[in-house]
Structures are given as C-alpha cells and as structure tokens.
C-alpha cells in the first residue's frame, strides 16, 4: 500500500464525510482521519467527566490540595499521564508504585484516600518491584499519610501516640531498614484499629448522648408542643451520616430551641409569682374579713346584752346607732375586699391571656421563623443565617461558593393579567423546580418580592453558571395551569463565586448586577458576575 501525503487523507477524510452522511464534527473527522492513515483510533478525552471526578475529591489537607491542584492542571492540558500520576499521588502512592491492594516485600498497602467516584487506570506494564524501591521518600510519604490520618483519631490514647511518633520518626530516617519498619507497622496496624474502633464507639455514645439532650429539653418545656417541631427536626439533622454542614444545623437548630425556651419559662416564672402574690393576698384579705366578722358579732351579742338591760327608749338608742355603725363597717370592709378580689380576678386572667398567647407566638415563630410561607423557602433571616454557615465554611475548608440570584421575568405582566393569585402560583412553582433540581447541600432562598438567591456551595462560577442554564431548561418543560389557561415562566440571572476577602452580601450584589445585564440582553439568560 502507498503511503498518502496528509492533504490527500484530509481530502479523503472530508469525502467519507459526505459519502457516510455524517456530521463534519472533530470526533467523526479524527475517527475517519485515523481510518484511512492507518492510526489508532484514540477515544475522546473526558474531560468534563475528569472535571466532576476531581470536584468530587476532598480538599482538608494541603497534599490533597496540591494534588487536586496538580489533577486539574492536567486536565486542562488533556495530559492522561499527569492524570494518572496525580491520582495515584492522591491516594497515596507514586506513580511508580504498584496496584493498590498488592503488597512491596510482603508490606501490605492500604489506600489511605478512595475518590468519591470509582476511577479505572489501566497500569503501565513495568518491571517486578524489588525491594531497593522501597526509598526514603516512599517511607516518607507514609509519614505524612499518618500525619494526615492522626488528627481523626484523638489525642487521649498515650500510648497510640508515642508508638505513632515512633514510626513516623523511624519511616523519615535516612537509611530506614525495610524489615524493622514493616514490624513496626504491623504492630501499627494493630494498634490502629483498636483506635479507629474506640473513636467510632465514641461517636456513636457522643451522638446518644445529643439525642437525650434534645429530648430533656422537650421534656423540661412547661408546654412542649409549640417544640415538636424543632425537636423533630434536631434528630433528623443528627441522624448518621454526620458532616460539619449537618452539625452546623444542629448547633443553630439548639440555640433557636434554647432561646425560645428560656423565654417561656422566664415568662412563666414571672405569672407563677404574680399568683403568689395574688394568692397571699387573698389569704391575707380572709383573715382580715374572719377578725372583722369576730368584733361584729361580738359587738352585736354586746349590743343584744345592753337592750335587754335597757328600760326606757332613750337607753335604747346608743347602742342601735353602734350597732348601725358596727354594720356599715362590716360592709365597707366587706366591698373592699370583694373589689380588691375582683381586681385579682383580672389580673390572672390577663396573665393566663398572655401565656397562651406567647405559646401561640412561639409556635408561629417556630415554624415561620426562617421560611417563606408561600414558597417554602427560607425567608431573609434564614438566607442570612445559612449565608454565615456557608461563608464560615468556605474560609475554613477553603472551597468554592457561587450565589446566584434570580429575578422571574415578566412577573408583574402575569399578575396584571392573571391576577396576583396566579402570580402567587408562579413563586411556589419555581421554588418547587428549583428544589427538584438543586442538590441536597444547595440552599434556597425567596430573597423578596419574585427573587430567589440559591447557595451553591463547594462550586465554582462556570459549574454555578451550568446549574442555573439546567433550572431555565428544566422550567421550560413545565408549566402549570391559570384556570384553562397554560402558563411558562422563565427567569433571568446572576451567578457571582465568592471572592477571599469579600462578603456574603457584597457576593450577592454582583450577582444582583449581572442579573440586570441578563435582563438587559433580552431576558431568559444567565450571566456570571
């Protein structure tokens, strides 16, 4: 066979094109290209796949920052090999170091480290390893994976500690020798998995104990049941598996509980002392009106005593003008007390009014506190709060956050024309989609009027950009009915990644900014800030 020149396949390619009726796109050109020159077809390089892969990979330490780092860099440049190098890397072996799972000089190897997505990678065929692989720096790299690992496994067991000091400091010699320290780490091992039970043991008493808490403070409310509801909701976020978003909930979730408890016993601790008050009051005013009936009916069995010894009428009228006397005081005494009972009267009822009030407010604020009654999203004080969550987060894991803002287009047209319940109808629906769509870690948030901001944490601004375009899309599919009438609502919007040394609000302002351009460009669209 003649070798052709590459114009000739490039000519011959664009002929096959035409004649096989397929679409002149790059993968069926290099397809038919590598065909006719006798190449080998090579696949498409994934690199949006490799992209998720490497989102998905944790980033709590700097090695895995820096591999991260190093996974992406390669992708970019469509590098297989610094692909394969940097995940291996990832999991804690070089690239010159076996299969997970096989064993250098009968030394067993454990990942430290398992991607979050399964990764396939065809080993290159290389020699056997023998024992002079077994360098400094790969002793080394199991140091820093120990130093990596300890943290997780407490600082209570002393003796874990100083045999992990030992090794470490063993694995970082110079000239290690291979044989003491595959001892050593077997009797490691052992030791390791006597910790990692004892910290699971310790999770699960610690997340007991979490639950008991949040029933005793059930349990010690006056009334519980405005509680219910945050009660429920506090073993739902500390149900396993446990992550710091999850126990950042709990933390909130127990603080809004405690408070709101605090008020309801301060307050009914203040109406079981104003009847106390009453109560000996009451008590007070019985035994005033027992002595005033004694001295009345003393003074009328005197009374009776003095008329029988009477002889003429003028004796007689002394004693009943005191008697007359004696009995209007008696009255007095005795609408004194009745008014100043009445009195008493009222002011416990006034107080049982506001106490079952004040259960009915914190019922209410129970409920609607953090969330938007029509929507079901949260509502300005719950985006605050959950924007303070996800910022902390991102300055401490040091991950990606896009907010994007999004504005209903149209919006008063459809409730001129439809009418405000409609427009009503509109809200929850777009807050249902988006629940649909949204992952479980992204927030919701009606942030007024038809707004809505979403938190998308660990994301950045193109995969922001991405998950908004896929909502529009997703909207465009549905559409619910205004009386016999269809209605499809779209929205327009802003996509702004939080920067190092900005805030949360001044974020959402940029995003607020590109989501007027967006609307300015013609509606339906989503910008990046």
């Not at 639950?211 to 059930?218: A, M």
């Not at 049982?352 to 953090?370: F, N, P, T």
């Not at 807050?431 to 009027?449: F, I, N, S």
Request: glycine letters at 6%; hydrophobic letters at 40%.
């Amino acid at each position: 066979m003649i070798d052709k020149k590459p114009f000739e396949i490039a000519r011959e390619t664009l002929k096959q094109l035409t004649v096989r009726k397929l679409a002149p796109t790059p993968i069926n050109y290099q397809r038919i290209y590598s065909e006719i020159a006798g190449l080998p077809i090579e696949p498409p390089f994934p690199a949006d796949r490799l992209r998720d892969i490497a989102i998905a990979l944790p980033t709590k330490t700097p090695g895995q920052q820096r591999q991260r780092g190093l996974l992406e860099s390669s992708i970019n440049n469509l590098n297989w090999d610094g692909v394969k190098s940097a995940l291996m890397a990832y999991g804690g072996f070089s690239p010159a170091a076996p299969e997970p799972g096989k064993a250098v000089a009968g030394v067993p190897l454990v990942d430290a480290v398992k991607p979050a997505t399964p990764i396939m990678v065809e080993p290159d065929p290389a020699p056997a390893i023998t024992a002079p692989a077994l360098t400094s720096d790969f002793f080394a790299q199991i140091a820093r994976l120990i130093d990596y690992a300890l943290p997780a496994m407490g600082q209570d067991d002393e003796r874990f500690l100083e045999q992990t000091h030992a090794l470490t400091k063993a694995l970082r010699q110079p000239n290690a020798d291979a044989v003491s320290v595959k001892q050593m780490l077997v009797n490691y091992g052992h030791r390791l998995s006597f910790a990692a039970e004892d910290q699971a043991e310790i999770k699960n008493v610690l997340l007991k104990l979490l639950h008991l808490i949040i029933e005793n403070i059930s349990h010690l409310s006056i009334d519980d049941g405005w509680l219910k509801g945050q009660v429920d909701a506090l073993m739902e976020v500390c149900a396993p598996p446990l992550t710091l978003r999850r126990l950042d909930d709990v933390e909130q979730r127990l603080k809004d509980v405690i408070f709101k408890q605090t008020e309801a016993k301060t307050r009914a601790v203040q109406a079981q002392e104003e009847m106390r008050q009453m109560l000996a009051t009451f008590v007070d005013r019985l035994a005033a009106m027992s002595q005033s009936t004694g001295s009345f009916h003393d003074k009328l069995e005197e009374s009776a005593r003095l008329i029988e010894q009477a002889k003429t009428i003028t004796d007689i009228a002394p004693v009943l003008k005191d008697v007359v006397g004696a009995t209007r005081n008696m009255a007095h005494d005795s609408e004194s007390a009745r008014s100043e009972l009445q009195s008493m009267k009222k002011r416990a009822e006034t107080t049982e009014a506001e106490l079952i009030k004040l259960h009915q407010e914190l019922d209410r604020v129970s409920s609607l506190a953090r969330h938007d009654p029509l929507t079901g999203a949260l509502n300005r004080q719950g985006l605050d709060e959950a924007l303070n969550r996800e910022v902390s987060k991102f300055k401490r894991q040091d991950s990606p956050l896009c907010m994007a803002l999004l504005d209903i287009d149209n919006f008063k047209k459809l409730n001129d024309t439809l009418g405000h319940a409609t427009g009503d109808v509109a809200l929850a629906h777009l807050a249902g989609v988006a629940r649909e769509v949204m992952r479980p870690q992204d927030t919701l948030a009606r942030y007024g009027g038809e707004e809505f901001v979403i938190l998308l944490p660990d994301t950045p601004l193109d995969k922001g950009i991405e998950a908004m375009t896929r909502l529009q899309r997703e909207l465009t599919k549905r559409f619910f009915m205004a009386g016999t009438e269809k209605v499809l609502i779209t929205f327009s919007a802003g996509v702004a990644q939080l920067a190092a040394n900005e805030t949360g609000p001044d974020a959402i302002k940029r995003a607020d900014q590109a989501m007027y351009l967006a609307k300015r460009a013609g509606k339906n669209r989503v910008l990046g800030a």
